[in-house]
């Protein structure tokens, strides 16, 4: 009888030991995954989401946007003039000046908004619950704010501007995301064409076709 209740008592113990064991591995497993996911959706530069993530995210808050019929603004940034910064700084330079923009711009967008690094100098941020005035307003203020940088090379300061193009849908705007990605993109062409350093707003009406060219 005394075995036979030993022989439980180690059992019994064997089996907690096993289930925390497991416990402990699954939790390890997750933690990995997650942080698999992190790298995966995540710029390693700028510490900002990448352009899968952008897509991804986009989807999801488009899907929200279509629901709870709030506007959603889209806004596309683009550092004026960075190959000269890269060409006369070198690239190590320009790596720390596009950091230091991501960190701009964290600095000013909304809780709740979400930022990517695009592709190369070019960053897109997505306003849920945010109209045409609003995600003006934020756009200056990064415009702005970019513009006070004191970013300096050896004793020479380096000047920082940058180009935005915002595009807003609604409820009966019957976009979809993709279109809207593609309105500010065409909007910040146009702020280029203009002189850089402006934000220009997409109109939902014709515009002319520009073919995508290299922005210096």
């Not at 995966?40 to 995210?57: Q, S």
């Not at 000269?84 to 967008?109: E, T, W």
């Amino acid at each position: 009888m005394a075995y036979f209740i030993l022989t439980l008592s180690c059992t019994g113990a064997f089996f907690s030991f096993l289930g925390f064991f497991l416990g402990r591995r699954t939790d390890t497993i997750t933690r990995l995954n997650r942080l698999l996911t992190r790298q995966v959706l995540t710029d390693p530069l700028t510490g900002l989401g990448n352009h899968r993530y952008m897509h991804d995210h986009f989807k999801i808050e488009f899907r929200k946007h279509r629901t709870n019929r709030q506007p959603i603004s889209c806004l596309m940034m683009d550092l004026d003039h960075f190959k000269r910064i890269n060409d006369g700084c070198g690239h190590p330079y320009g790596d720390y000046v596009l950091a230091s923009f991501a960190a701009l711009v964290k600095k000013y967008i909304r809780h709740g908004d979400l930022a990517a690094r695009y592709g190369g100098e070019e960053f897109l941020v997505i306003l849920p619950h945010c109209d045409n005035d609003e995600v003006k307003i934020v756009g200056e203020r990064i415009r702005a704010e970019t513009e006070k940088m004191l970013l300096t090379h050896g004793r020479k300061r380096v000047p920082l501007t940058v180009s935005l193009g915002a595009a807003t849908s609604w409820e009966t705007a019957g976009f979809n995301y993709p279109q809207l990605i593609s309105l500010s993109d065409k909007a910040l062409y146009i702020a280029k064409e203009n002189g850089r350093n402006r934000l220009i707003q997409a109109t939902l009406g014709k515009t002319r076709k520009n073919p995508r060219t290299p922005r210096p």
